[in-house]
């Protein structure tokens, strides 16, 4: 049961491009929306996160942009480095749950 | 401080066979998580600990799976008569508490399952 969809499955920009991934929920309860990074063979870390009480988010070249009517969020990496090339995976849950729910995941590569 | 650390990070075993995976959570941290992350897929949800209590195994696919966190720091996953299907990497991940800005989940680097 998928209640996160992700979208594109890979992305490919070059060096300086404003790569977005979007993401799109089904469960309203959900209230914690974050962004997780993945290198080969680590665990995911966590990027950004954000609430619905606000429509977007900046941290250093990463913002999540949030739309609560429509149930989707998006990331985007401001002035992208080869060093971003990573799996990135969105990800919700409830304050007062306790599960994380992910998306599918995106491979981006940064092309120098 | 250091991280999660996830012990083994490899475990080959042949069909049948039984695995125990353990997780070293961030010392102090109340909440400890189970995921299982298939290949090329996102992770998914196995089961919660709150200190020693296990308060949500409903993600765990059967019962040939069994987690236990008796003191509330060190957590073990265990699987029965392993099948090919569970070949996976399993993550763990732990939370300094819950609500408002605790909600941040640290993950291990994971163990990488593969049943033969």
């Known amino acids: 049961q998928q209640q996160v969809k992700q979208s594109p499955q890979s992305l490919i920009v070059q060096k300086g491009g404003i790569p977005i991934i979007n993401c799109a929920y089904e469960?309203?309860?959900?209230?914690?929306f974050p962004w997780y990074q993945q290198f080969p063979g680590k665990g995911p870390a966590l990027l950004i996160a954000i609430r619905p009480d606000v429509s977007e988010k900046k941290e250093g070249r990463f913002t999540i942009s949030f739309n609560k009517s429509a149930k989707q969020f998006s990331l985007h990496i401001m002035d992208s480095q080869p060093g971003d090339s990573a799996t990135y995976f969105c990800?919700?849950?409830?304050?007062?749950?306790?599960?994380?729910?992910f998306g599918e995941g995106t491979q981006l590569t940064v092309n120098p | 401080g250091a991280g999660v650390s996830q012990s083994p990070r490899y475990k080959v075993a042949k069909r049948g066979q039984d695995v125990a995976l353990r997780c070293d959570p961030i010392?102090?941290?109340?909440?400890l998580f189970w995921y299982q992350q298939a290949l090329g897929q996102g992770p998914e949800f196995l089961t919660y600990f709150q200190n020693e209590a296990q308060l949500d195994k409903s993600g765990l696919p059967s019962d040939r799976f069994f987690a236990e966190r008796p003191e509330g720091s060190v957590s073990t996953l265990k699987i029965q008569r392993t099948q090919q299907e569970d070949s996976a990497v399993y993550l763990c991940a732990s939370r300094p508490g819950w609500g408002g800005r605790y909600n941040e989940q640290f993950f291990g680097p994971g163990t990488r399952l593969t049943v033969l």
């Open positions: 469960n309203t309860a959900f209230d914690y």
């Open positions: 010392s102090g941290h109340v909440s």
């Open positions: 990800a919700a849950s409830r304050t007062s749950g306790s599960r994380l729910t």
